[in-house]
């Protein structure tokens, strides 16, 4: 634990995720993809950085912040994976080819950003039913028998966190997704060897902890943990205006979490580090595996590729 809260460490905001056999990074003022080509070489793609935030600056106002960069950092990895998944070489990929020809008669240049708006837009309305409506039609059957608003937002939001982990233990028996949970941890280690200040090398970065404070799975346990004191606020009403209630409240829960997991992820006090156990458990047993040192290489590439120019700034 030690090493996870390394108080001698420089505390970054890189940031990175797991790609299908692929990182990506976010640095400063650069995005970069680092993916392992069917050939073993690595493909290394950089973007320069384009954050709202530094031009519309209400965007960077507490809790505000947290539900922007949810929101961008959904846009960026679902572009992320799509660029990773090119590189496959399977059956699927002549299906991947034929929408993609059909897509392009329909929307032309705007196919992109028609297709990853479409993916948000879906991801968003899984998200909704899955943590957010369903929990509270389960908890809903038991009105009749808890007279607190208050108890029943609780048992609500218990049958959110249960409904979370089912979801994460099934998706991690999924073959493929175990070898993005393994370039997960190449990632968590890389940047932990980055803020140590050593050199990034693949002996250097292995000696490092899976886990990071400032993980986006701790991110969403908190989402899911926040809710239960959020939600509480609206009451018990009726089946609808709950629905409405808890999809509308999504972002100003993602906002809060975003800043509890900032201080979480800023300080070393004890209190910090309570909180950031439950997060750090859930990635050690499900999110995050141990990874190869082909996996590291990836991470090394894609994290060098991002790191501060001259004046530039990434303290967290």
Known sequence: MDKVFNKKAFKTTIGGQALIEGVLMRGPSKIAIAVRKPDKTIELKIEKLNDLSEKYKILSFPIIRGAYKLVDAMVIGINALTYSASFLEDESKEEIRKSDKLMDKIF??????????????????IASILFMIFPSLIAGFLQKHIGSTVILNLVEGVFRLIVFGIYLYYISKIEDIKRVFEYHGSEHKSIHCYEAGEELTVENVKKYPLVHPRCGTSFLFMVMLISIFVLSFFGWPSILIRIISRILALPIIAGIAYE??????????????????????????????????????????????????????DLW
Request: net charge negative; glycine share 6%; with cysteine.
């Open 108 to 125: 032309k240049d705007k196919k992109e950003n028609i297709e990853t708006g479409l993916t948000i837009l879906v991801s968003f309305m």
């Open 260 to 313: 509890v997991n900032r201080i979480i992820g800023k300080s070393d006090s004890n209190v910090c580090r309570i909180l950031a156990i439950p997060g750090l458990q859930i990635q050690k047993y499900v999110t995050v595996r141990e990874p190869d040192d082909s996996m590291i290489e990836v991470a090394i590439e894609s994290l060098k590729a991002v790191l501060p120019e001259d004046g530039e700034s």
